[in-house]
Structures are given as structure tokens and as C-alpha cells.
């Protein structure tokens, strides 16, 4: 586990924040982006509820236009921070499928990245057991340092694997494939019987 222990009472919920009505489990997606993958997804599970947070507010605006055209009844674009909205909306065991698609490197900030944050076993608390989280990127090295926190951090078995050249998920993987970048995955897999220290952690919020 994380040697910080990340602290969720401290973090306020964001701006103009509505507790989310719909049924629990969701899949959920951080980083949506432009919606690409988000719709994608929506349109080939309508039986699942996805839920897709953007923080940057020019995509977001992109996502919520493209999603209009779609009347997707299960999709859930979200603006906001995922840190907050995922601390006051989620409840523990509550996601079965998680997407981390091409999160910014953050070269000059290595404890930005998602599996180096605090915050990721919280995250990690709102999963259920064998949920599956695809990490995807285009830079062999924050792959590489995302499985060694796997294998020495986290104890959470994953398996690795190349993009294929005709996927195209999201905005940024069509752009990378035709660069000829190393796209790759991280595919995850929270076991049965694994436990963070947020297991029984409610916000107050999300509980009025
Ligand atoms: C490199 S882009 C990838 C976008 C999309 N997944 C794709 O592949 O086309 C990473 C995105 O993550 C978003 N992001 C980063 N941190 C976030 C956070 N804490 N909450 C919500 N979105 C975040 C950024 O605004 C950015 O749009």
C-alpha cells in the first residue's frame, strides 16, 4: 500500500455537485476526453451504466455536444475533477469496469500519475472484487513504472499487452497508432478478498 494515506474527509465535493441518482454498479471512466471511447463503449453495452468524468472544460464541451447526437439512456458525462466527484459519489465496491485511457504522462510530476497517487487505493476501495482496469498508454516507461507499482505497491496481478494498429478507441490512440507509437495496455484485476484501508469509507455527502 501507498506509504501517504490518502485523505478523502479533507476534500470538498466539486462546484455545484449532485449526489448521482442512477443504480450502482457503473463502469467508470477518468480522463474521458473528447467522449470517444466513452460513446463507443455506451453504444456497444447499453445494458451497463457508464459513467465518463473530463476536468478540461474545452473537452468536456466537445464530449457533451457528440453525446447529445447519440441519446445514449446509460451515459453519464461528467464534468469535474474525478478525485472529488469519485470520493462524495461512489460507494464502496461500486464500479466494475474502470478506464484510464492515455492519462497525461506528467513528466515533470511523477506523483501525478495515477498509480503513484494516494488516491489510488481509495479508488481501488470502490471496485468490486474481480473488477478490471484498463490502463492504456503510448509510453512504454509510464507503463513500465505503472506494473512495478503494481508488483511491489499495489499486489494486484495484470497483464500486458500491444495496442492493436486498427484500434481506435479514443482521440489520442487513432493519433498515436498513426504516429507508429508503442501503444500498450495495462489490463488489471482486483482480486477477491483484496482490501484497501477505505473499504467501509462513505462520504457524508453521499450519504444524505
Ligand atoms: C491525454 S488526455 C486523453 C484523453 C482521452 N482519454 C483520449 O485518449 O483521447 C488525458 C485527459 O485526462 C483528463 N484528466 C486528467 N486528470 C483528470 C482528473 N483528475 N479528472 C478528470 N479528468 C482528468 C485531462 O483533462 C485530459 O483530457
Redo the contacts with the bound molecule.
Sequence with gaps: MSARLFQPQYLQAPRNFVVPQFEQPICLE?????G??AILFAEQHPEKTLVA????RA?FKVFAVRQQDHQLAHLYPVH????PWVVHALLPRSVEQLFL????PEPKNPAQRWLNMPFFEFLLSRLQNNAQITLASNVPAYLDEAANQLQQMWKLPFVRQMIAQDSAR????VKYLARSEPCAELMITKPDGYHTRFDDYISPVAQR
Design positions: 477518468i480522463g474521458a476526453g473528447m470517444r471511447h468524468i473530463e476536468r478540461t473537452k469535474a475533477d474525478a478525485i485511457l492515455y492519462p497525461n479514443t482521440h489520442f490512440e
